[in-house]
C-alpha cells in the first residue's frame, strides 16, 4: 500500500488532506496518509480568533470567487449556505493623496478606469494623469510573453502617475510588494494577455463586461470566518494530522523518503511539501539540491495586522466608513500600508453598536517596524489613523498577528524561477510540492496547487510535467 505524507498544514497542505481523503471516500483504499504540522494548530496563516461577537482575522478575510477552488471547495465541504459577501452597499475603495483619503471613482477595475464621468470628476488624479490614462487605447501593445514589473507596465499603458496612485498600492499591496520589482506575468498576467487580445486595457475589459451571465461577487469569507474552512475540511480526518510536528530533514533511499523531526522517524513513498520555499529549500536540499537552490532566491518579507476594537461611534471620525477601507502609495510615506475597515467590509464582524479596523504594516523597508512590540505597534496603527481619519477613540481592544518572512516576493521572472523549480523536484518521482510559493498566493491558488499535489501522489500520471501547468499567455 501507498504511503503519502504531507508536511505543513496551512491551506496547500490541507487542501492536499482534503483531496486524499475525497479519493479515499470515493473507494481508491491504495494508499494511506499522515499530514505534519509544526504549530500547535491547523491553517497556517489562516487565523480566526472570535472575541466578544468580533470576528477577528489575523490573515486572509476572504478570498477570490473569479478562482474557482475556493468556491468549488466549499460546495464539497457543504458550506455554500455559509459563504457571505463583502458588503454591497459600501464597496468604495480609498487611496491616500497627500494626507488625505480619496476615493478610487466608481467604475475602476484595478487600475482601468471604465466608466467615464466619475473618473473624469475624481480628484484623485491630476488633469495631466487623466489626460494620459485615456490615450490608453492608442498606446501600442505589447505582444510578446517576456515578464515586466507591475510599475513598468502601469507606466506603459497608462502613466506614471497611476503607476504610483493605483499601481503601488492597490495591485502590489495585495502582495505586500515593492511594484518595481514585481512581475506582472506572475500577479497579474490577466491584463497582459487582455493587452495581447484586444490591444488595450479599456476595449479589453469593456468586452469582458459584455459577456452575459450572472457574476457572483469578486470576494467572499464565511460567516465564522477563515478558520471556518479549515475546521470543517479537517473535522472527518484530525486525527491523521501530527501538529507540534517540525519535520527536520528528508532523505531518499531505494525510492522510500524518511522523515526525521519531533519524534517521528518515518517511512514514506511520496512526500507532498506544503511549506514556504525557504523552509521547504531547507527539507528538499538533501534531495532535489537544484530545486532547493532555486527556492532559497525567492524573497519572503514580514508583515504585521493589527486588528482595533471600538465602540461606535468614534470620536474625532472625520470620514464616512462607506467602504472597504484604504491603501497608501509609497510615495506618502507613512508608517502603515493600508486599513481594512472590516466591519463595514463584512457587516457581522462586529457586534451591533461597534467597529473593527484592521491595519496593515511592515513590508519593504518598513520590514523592521514589525519587530516593534505590540504596545509600539497598536501606538503607530493609532496615531496613523488619528492622522488619517481623525479618531481619537481608544480601542477596547486590540490583537495583533505577525507574519515573519511570511509574504513571498513574485519578482519578475519568477514563472520562469518557478518552471525550473518544478521541473527539478518532477526529477526525483514522489516528491510534490504546493502552496504560496509558486503559482498564487490567494487561497484559491493554494487549494489548487495541494489538491493538484495530491492526486499526483496518488496516480503519477495526473501530472507528469507540473511545470507545464505554470499558465503563459493564451
Ligand atoms: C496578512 C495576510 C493576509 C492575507 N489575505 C489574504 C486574503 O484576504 N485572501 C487570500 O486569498 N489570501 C490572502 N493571503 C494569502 C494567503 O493567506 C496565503 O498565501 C496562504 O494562506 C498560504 O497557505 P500555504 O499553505 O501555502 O502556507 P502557510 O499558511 O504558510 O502554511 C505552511 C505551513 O507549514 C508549516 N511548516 C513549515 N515548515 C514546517 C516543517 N518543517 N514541519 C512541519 N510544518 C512546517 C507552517 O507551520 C505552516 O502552518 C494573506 C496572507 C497574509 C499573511
Redo the contacts with the bound molecule.
Sequence with gaps: MKRIAI???????LAAAHELWQLQRAGNSAFTWHL????PQLG???VTTQKDGFTVEG??????TQKPAGLELCRELGLEDELIPCNPGAQKIYVVVKGRLCALPTGFRLTVPTQWWPFIKSPLFSWRAKCRMALEPWMAPRRDEADESVAAFITRRLGREAADKIGGPLMAGIYVADPQRLSMMATFPQFRALERKYGSLQRGLRQSARQPGRRPPMFVSLRGGMQQLVDTMSAPWRDQCHCH????RLTHRDGTFRLE?DGVGDAYDHVIL???LH?TAQ?CGEVVPAAASLMRRVRYVS?A?LSLAYRAPLTGLNQSLDGYGFVIPASERQRILACTWSSVKFTDRAPAGHQLMRVFIGGGEQEVLVEQDDAALVAIARDELRTLMGVESAPLWTQVHR?PQ??PQYDVGHPARMRAVMQAVADLPGLHVA??GYQG???PD?IRSGRSAAAAAVDSNVWKNPAATIPRLG
Design positions: 508536511i505543513g498544514g496551512g491551506m496547500a497542505g505534519y504540522e509544526r504549530a497556517g496563516k489562516v490573515g486572509p478575510d476572504s478570498f477570490l510536528t517540525a519535520i527536520t523531526g506544503a511549506c514556504p523552509e527539507l508583515t495586522t507574519w511570511g509574504n502552496g504560496s498566493i490567494g487561497l493554494c
